[in-house]
């Protein structure tokens, strides 16, 4: 008994937040066993946990590091397409459990490469650069996809930046990155459980990492580089852990997404730029630096458009009302001086006050 | 404070959900009415419910809602004749964007709905994605315009446009057969699988009817404003066609960019070049000779092609595209494959696939964008191309 009171303050908020994410799971097990949930919800459970992730590892960069990235969908991107080509070639010869947890390896390991590499030479400078070069690496990501043609045959693999004919597959051959046309007929590995799993080692490594001395030593940096680096702080190295968790993690939820559909394209819609900037939307509305509300934005920002598809050609509409009303009640000081009035805490607080009396 | 907003967040989010799971209960009427397009006075169990999906937003949305117009025109035309074997029709449209993750949702709505056949999707990416839920319902799907190979890669799907090996072989066998050019440039957009998928099949079979690709030059959604280097190549190659494998916007540049040049090969292009002609701003005389194969023009001669246009043009006051037209033919088919394998509304998704699936192999059907379909079990359509050259702002069969 002593020993949960002892629990700390982060201790406390880590278990609320991972306890949450539990509770959503079994009661979405429940329904599901019971058949009272909607088709709809069924297909949305796995992107739900898709898009959580993605938020968390981009509040990870923004919200305890300080540096804005506007290409988290490029690392989502080549997760998904590096994970994907991994599970194509080893469709027929691997069980489908080991084969998964190998390609979430490598989908976050070479995500993480990729952001590694960027940091090094973006992370030493001060200011804005790191938002506008991942912006350039989100783009870039994209269109080297969409120009890359990888096949295999008895030879082993081809690549070619011009077309799939200029692979010169032998007879048997077969196609696998077709540029444009992306990687077709990736298996359907991705499941809820697997999604929740993923986002429960999501939160736990990032708020362990928030938790723990270098998570210390990197938000002394963001709020003040020259106090950071003069206590001795080694400012790049811990920019560069966070920023390379921060994509890894990206990667994990472009894997889960890769094995979700069986069609897999490098588009505008779904690994462009827009997306970066929507994944930044949910990370801002549900709070800079804050881990839990990342996971709650996302999971409503994600569910809004398609409950609302009742009101047909509107939705878009009043989905971004929506968003400038969160934004408002938010942020707005108007709305902060409302909640402050009337917060649920405070008036619980005055009732015990008074019955105190 | 903070703890406050999550604790409110939390309840929005667990609000949302219930919703969405209450969702299952009454989606029932409210959806229905939504769809008041329709003539919906039965009730449930006694119409056919139809679902469609496409992009009714976004840069594709010119598709979605040609092929949701076309569609509703075939409803309404079943409808008011006495609907199938003495059914209405239901049809619900919804949107998903051109993204394969949104039309897997779109789709799942549709169910929620109650949707019994699916006539979707309108492009290639979503469709190839949502054949596996299709699938695993055996639910039958017929898609409008999803023309790459694996968007009927199962039995329960159905296509009636060509696919992009069809396209693009039809059109190398066009050309060598007839002898129009031998020295071929194509011109085509790599980031669209549309181009990429009928190039790729032209170039693999365009020896075999003795055409020379003399240069393939490409360009991507990024770079689609300026063809000049594009053209340069092919005219420096000594090509006497180019071969178009786009979209009329595109299209429609690069003649007027060719015709600035001085540069005046044959052009010839498939049925993404439909339209060109009623695109606003665009001179006609530039289009002089341009040949296409496609399954639809909008100004035949025929009665259904102008029963339709006409129809079309009362209700959305422009002319159909053939997607329009391809939509308009889906609905016919399902309305004879159902009338094949005498099905009525009680049944259940899986029985109407399965009898859907057997009628489709014996059905004949005469549509806007063909005389005499039929499919293969494979789920493809057998109908001819037809190639159409514009003469004097008028497209003439060849």
């Given at each position: 008994m002593k020993n949960k009171m002892n629990l700390t303050k982060s201790t406390k908020s880590t278990l609320i937040t991972i306890g949450m994410v539990v509770v959503a799971y079994i009661i979405m097990m429940i329904l599901t066993k019971a058949g009272a949930l909607s088709s709809l919800m069924k297909g949305l459970l796995v992107p739900l946990c898709i898009y959580a992730i993605i938020a968390v590892a981009l509040n990870l960069t923004v919200g305890i590091l300080g540096e804005l990235s506007l290409g988290h969908a490029g690392f989502m991107c080549i997760g998904a397409f590096s994970s994907a080509f991994f599970s194509f070639c080893f469709k027929d010869t691997m069980a489908a459990g080991p084969r998964f947890l190998i390609a979430i390896l490598i989908g976050a390991g070479i995500a993480a490469l990729f952001g590694l590499l960027i940091g090094i030479p973006v992370l030493r400078l001060q200011g804005d650069y790191l938002a506008i070069v991942?912006?350039?690496?989100?783009?870039?990501?994209?269109?080297?996809?969409?120009?890359?043609?990888?096949?295999?045959?008895?030879?082993?693999?081809?690549?070619?930046?011009?077309?799939a004919m200029a692979l010169n597959l032998q007879d048997g051959g077969q196609v696998i990155v077709n540029g444009a046309q992306g990687i077709t007929g990736t298996p359907k590995d991705s499941n809820f459980t697997i999604g929740a799993i993923l986002l429960v080692i999501t939160l736990l490594i990032v708020l362990n990492l928030v938790n723990s001395r270098p998570g210390r030593a990197i938000m002394a940096i963001r709020d003040n580089r020259i106090a950071a680096e003069s206590v001795g702080i080694n400012i790049t190295k811990y920019k560069l852990l966070a920023f390379s968790i921060s994509a890894g993690l990206a990667g994990v939820a472009g894997v889960l997404y890769a094995h979700n559909l069986s069609i897999l394209q490098a588009q505008p819609k779904n690994f462009g730029y827009n997306m970066s900037i929507m994944i930044l939307v949910y990370v801002v509305l549900g709070g800079i630096g804050n881990i839990r509300g990342s996971v709650i934005s996302a999971i409503i920002l994600v569910l809004l458009p398609e409950l609302m598809r009742e009101l047909q050609d509107y939705r878009m509409l009043i989905y971004s009302v929506v968003l400038i009303g969160i934004m408002l009640f938010n942020w707005a000081p108007k709305a902060r001086v409302f909640r402050e009035k009337y917060s649920l805490k405070r008036l619980l607080s005055k009732k015990t006050a008074k019955e105190e009396k | 404070m903070k703890k406050f907003t999550s604790v409110l967040l939390a309840v929005a989010m667990v609000a949302t959900m219930l919703v969405g799971c209450g969702a299952k209960e009454t989606a029932e009427t409210?959806?229905?009415?939504?769809?008041?397009?329709?003539?919906?006075?039965?009730?449930?169990?006694?119409?056919?419910?139809?679902g469609g999906s496409g992009p009714l937003t976004g840069g594709a949305a010119i598709y979605g809602i040609a092929v949701q117009r076309g569609a509703q025109i075939?409803?309404?035309?079943?409808?008011?004749?006495?609907?199938?074997?003495?059914?209405?029709?239901?049809?619900?449209?919804?949107?998903?964007?051109?993204d394969a993750e949104k039309a897997v949702n779109a789709y799942n709505t549709l169910k929620d709905w109650g949707m019994q056949l699916f006539m979707g999707t309108v492009t290639s990416g979503p469709c190839v994605a949502v054949i596996e839920n299709t699938k695993e319902d055996n639910m039958f799907q017929i898609t409008p315009s999803g023309t790459a190979v694996d968007c009927v890669k199962y039995p329960n799907a159905f296509r009636v446009c060509f696919s992009d090996p069809g396209q693009g072989g039809k059109s190398a066998q066009y050309i060598g057969?007839?002898?129009?050019?031998?020295?071929?440039?194509?011109?085509?957009?790599?980031?669209?699988?549309?181009?990429?998928?009928?190039?790729?099949?032209?170039?693999?079979d365009a020896a075999n009817y003795g055409v020379e690709i003399v240069a393939a030059e490409a360009f991507t959604a990024d770079t689609k404003t300026d063809f000049t280097t594009q053209l340069t190549k092919a005219k420096d190659a000594g090509a006497e066609l180019v071969f178009l494998p786009i979209y009329y916007?595109?299209?429609?540049?690069?003649?007027?960019?060719?015709?600035?040049?001085?540069?005046?090969?044959?052009?010839?292009?498939?049925?993404?070049?439909?339209?060109?002609l009623t695109m606003e701003a665009f001179d006609t005389a530039l289009a002089e000779d341009l040949m296409l194969l496609t399954p639809f023009a909008a100004d035949a001669e025929d009665e259904a092609t102008q029963n339709f246009v006409a129809a079309y043009q009362e209700a959305y006051g422009e002319t159909p595209i053939q997607f329009a037209a391809n939509a308009y033919d889906a609905m016919y088919i399902i309305k004879a494959a159902l009338e094949k394998a005498g099905a009525t509304p009680e049944m259940s998704v899986s029985e109407l696939g399965d009898a859907m699936i057997a009628a489709m192999s014996e059905i004949t059907v005469d549509g806007v964008t063909g005389a005499n379909m039929t499919w293969t079990e494979e789920g493809e359509v057998n109908k001819e191309p037809k190639a159409v050259k514009i003469v004097d702002g008028t497209y003439k069969a060849m």
């Open positions: 991942t912006l350039a690496f989100g783009e870039i990501i994209k269109n080297v996809i969409n120009v890359l043609y990888i096949g295999r045959d008895v030879d082993g693999f081809h690549f070619s930046m011009k077309d | 409210p959806a229905t009415e939504t769809t008041t397009e329709t003539t919906t006075e039965t009730a449930d169990g006694s119409a056919f419910k139809i075939a409803v309404d035309e079943i409808n008011a004749a006495g609907g199938i074997n003495g059914f209405q029709i239901d049809y619900n449209f919804a949107d998903d964007e051109h057969e007839n002898k129009i050019a031998s020295k071929v440039a194509v011109i085509y957009d790599s980031s669209d699988v549309y181009s990429s998928g009928i190039y790729q099949t032209f170039a693999a916007s595109e299209a429609a540049l690069i003649l007027s960019q060719a015709d600035s040049m001085g540069y005046d090969p044959m052009f010839f292009g498939c049925d993404g070049l439909d339209g060109i």
